[in-house]
């Protein structure tokens, strides 16, 4: 399954999050953790050119996995 982000007016702080618009992605997998008892729904993607990777709320090694 792939999924894709497009281009919209808030470009710029969605590519320093380190998504680049215009860009298909690879869904891995969609989940729902319970996070300070709320539910939190996430997606795990892939980006196939391998540059950038996702630098906000819940990026790899956050501490909100613990």
């Keep these: 399954?792939?999924?894709?982000?497009?281009d919209q007016d808030n470009s710029k702080e969605v590519e320093k999050a380190g998504i680049i618009t215009g860009h298909a992605?690879?869904?891995?997998?969609a989940y729902a953790v319970n996070y300070q008892g709320r539910e939190v729904?996430?997606?795990?993607?892939?980006?196939?050119?391998?540059?950038k990777e996702w630098?906000?709320?819940?990026?790899?090694g956050?501490?909100?996995f613990q």
Excluded: H, I
Aim: with cysteine; hydrophobic share 25%; proline share 3%.
């Design 25 to 29: 992605y690879s869904l891995l997998g």
């Design 1 to 6: 399954m792939t999924c894709g982000s497009t």
């Design 41 to 51: 729904r996430l997606v795990k993607l892939r980006n196939p050119w391998g540059e």
């Design 62 to 64: 956050d501490s909100k």
């Design 55 to 60: 630098s906000g709320n819940w990026k790899d």
